[in-house]
C-alpha cells in the first residue's frame, strides 16, 4: 500500500482500521448530511428513498472505487487518477477543477460552522471571530503530519458526532413527535421540482464528488486494501444515516413540510438557527450544546481536509515534494487567502455552486470507476456496477445545468429531455470505449462481457 511504499512522516502514515473509518466519515461528513438533508426533507419523506438508494448504490460505490483505485496508484490525487483512466484533457480540468472546488468547500465549511457557534456566544464573539479561529485551526491541520492532529482528535469528535444524532433522533422519539409515512409525493411547498433539485440539494449523505477528493487522504495511510470496503464504503453509509436522521428530524420537529419550509422563510433560510432551535426544543439548554458542537464538528473535520487535500493536489500536479515545512507553506499560504475571501460571501450562494460542482465531481469519478473496471481482469460486467450510477448522475447534473435559477433556468420542457440525451450519450460513449475494446472476440459476437 502507498504508506508501506512512501513512509514520509506526513501524509503517507499508517493508521488503525478504526482510526481511518473515523477520519475518513468526519473528512466526508460535512454540512451537507445536516444542512442538505433539511433543504432535501422540504421534498418530503420521497427524500428518504433518495438517501438509501442513493448511499447503496451510488455513494458508497463513488467512495470505495475512489479510494481503491488512489491506493492503487500510489496514493495519487483525484485529478491523477481521473487523468489515468480518462486522458490527458481530463487530467488538466480535474486538476482546476478539483483544487477550486476544495477551496470553495473550505469556505462553505468555514462559514457554516462559524454562524452555529456565533448562535451559542450572541453579543460576545462574532461570526467572524469564529471564522478566524477555525482559519487558524484548518491551517495548522493542513500543516501537521496527519497522525499529529487529525489522527488524534478525530476519534474524540467521532464520539460526539454519534451520540448527537442519537440524542437529536431520540428526542424525537422521546417527544412523540409524528414520522410521515413514505410517500412518493412532491411536498415542497413551493412546487419546486424533486428532479433534478432534490438530488442535487442533497449530495453528502447519498451521494458527493467531494468524497473522492478526501479517499487519497485516508488511501495514504490504510495498510491493507482488504480494509477498503469497511473504511470507504462502511463510512459512507454511516454518513448516509445521519443524512436520514436529519432528514426525519426536520420533518417532524417542524410538523411536515410546510411547517419546515415556513421556519426556513422566518430565519431567511439561515440552517444554523434551524439547528440551534431543534436542538433546545428536543435536548434542552444543556442538549443544545451537545448538537451545536456535534453539527459544527461534521464541516469542521471537513474543512481542514479540503484545504489538505488542495495542497496535495497541487504538489501533485507540480510535483513538489511535501516532507519540508516550507514547502508546504508555500501551497497553503495562496490557498488560505484564496478560502478566507471566499467566507465574505453570502453562504447561500457559495453552496448553491458547491452543489453543483460536487455533483459534477461524482459523476467524473463514477465514470472514471466505469473504466478502469472494463479493464479489470473481471472484465466489463463489474463495470456496470459504476456505469450505472455514472449515467444516472449525468442525467441529474445536465438536467440541473439548464433548470437550476442560478445556472440556465430554462423549462423543465427543455431540461428534462436534455438530461436525458445527455445521460444516453455518456452511455453509449462508455460502450464504444470502454465495453466493446475490452470484450474478447467471441464475446463481441455472443455480447457476453469478458471474464479474464
Given at each position: ?241 445521519i443524512a436520514l436522521i436529519w432528514a426525519t428530524v426536520g420533518i417532524a420537529f417542524y410538523h411536515g413540510t410546510k411547517g419546515l419550509y415556513a421556519a426556513g422563510n422566518a430565519l431567511h433560510n439561515n440552517q444554523s438557527v434551524m439547528v440551534y432551535n431543534i436542538g433546545k426544543g428536543l435536548l434542552g439548554p444543556v ?166
Amino acid at each position: 500500500t502507498p504508506c508501506q511504499a512512501h513512509p514520509d512522516g506526513v501524509d503517507f502514515v499508517p493508521i488503525s482500521t478504526p482510526r481511518a473509518f473515523l477520519v475518513e466519515l468526519l473528512n466526508i461528513a460535512g454540512l451537507g448530511p445536516i444542512f442538505g438533508a433539511l433543504a432535501g426533507a422540504l421534498w418530503g419523506p420521497i427524500v428518504y428513498i433518495w438517501i438509501v438508494f442513493g448511499t447503496i448504490f451510488a455513494g458508497g460505490v463513488h467512495d470505495f472505487l475512489s479510494g481503491t483505485l488512489s491506493m492503487r496508484q500510489d496514493g495519487a490525487s483525484i485529478s491523477e487518477v481521473v487523468g489515468n483512466n480518462l486522458g490527458k484533457v481530463m487530467l488538466q480540468v480535474l486538476r482546476v477543477f478539483s483544487v477550486i472546488l476544495l477551496v470553495l468547500i473550505g469556505a462553505t465549511f468555514t462559514t457554516g460552522p462559524a454562524g452555529l457557534f456565533a448562535e451559542l456566544t450572541p453579543n460576545i464573539l462574532t461570526k467572524n471571530f469564529w471564522v478566524v479561529i477555525l482559519l487558524i485551526y484548518y491551517f495548522l491541520a493542513t500543516m501537521f503530519p496527519i497522525d499529529k492532529i487529525i489522527g488524534k482528535i478525530y476519534p474524540i469528535f467521532g464520539v460526539l458526532l454519534i451520540v448527537m444524532c442519537v440524542g437529536v433522533i431520540g428526542g424525537i422519539f422521546a417527544g412523540g413527535y409524528p414520522i410521515e409515512e413514505l410517500t412518493l409525493t412532491n411536498e415542497h411547498p413551493a412546487k419546486t421540482p424533486f428532479w433534478s433539485m432534490m438530488f442535487v440539494t442533497v449530495a453528502c449523505g447519498a451521494c458527493s464528488g467531494f468524497h473522492s477528493t478526501q479517499a487519497p487522504l485516508v488511501g495514504r495511510c490504510i495498510d491493507d486494501e482488504r480494509k477498503n470496503r469497511r473504511i470507504f464504503y462502511g463510512a459512507m453509509v454511516a454518513e448516509g444515516v445521519i443524512a436520514l436522521i436529519w432528514a426525519t428530524v426536520g420533518i417532524a420537529f417542524y410538523h411536515g413540510t410546510k411547517g419546515l419550509y415556513a421556519a426556513g422563510n422566518a430565519l431567511h433560510n439561515n440552517q444554523s438557527v434551524m439547528v440551534y432551535n431543534i436542538g433546545k426544543g428536543l435536548l434542552g439548554p444543556v442538549g443544545v450544546i451537545l448538537t451545536v458542537v456535534g453539527v459544527g464538528i461534521c464541516p469542521i473535520t471537513s474543512a481542514d481536509t479540503a484545504f489538505r487535500s488542495a495542497r496535495l493536489t497541487i504538489s501533485d500536479w507540480f510535483h513538489i515534494d511535501q516532507k519540508s515545512i516550507p514547502s508546504r507553506l508555500k501551497i497553503s499560504i495562496p490557498l488560505f487567502a484564496a478560502g478566507a475571501l471566499l467566507t465574505q460571501l453570502n453562504f447561500s450562494v457559495i453552496w448553491r455552486y458547491f452543489s453543483y460542482s460536487n455533483q459534477t465531481l461524482a459523476m467524473i469519478v463514477l465514470w472514471t470507476g466505469a473504466a478502469y473496471l472494463c479493464k479489470w481482469r473481471k472484465g466489463t460486467l463489474y463495470s456496470l456496477v459504476a456505469a450505472i450510477p455514472a449515467t444516472f448522475m449525468s442525467a441529474v447534473t445536465a438536467t440541473y445545468l439548464f433548470m437550476a435559477p442560478e445556472c440556465l433556468h430554462l423549462s423543465t420542457a427543455i431540461a428534462y429531455p436534455v438530461g436525458v440525451i445527455f445521460a444516453a450519450i455518456c452511455f453509449v460513449i462508455y460502450v464504444v470505449k470502454g465495453v466493446i475494446p475490452n470484450m474478447k472476440p467471441t464475446d463481441r459476437l455472443s455480447g457476453i462481457p469478458a471474464e479474464s
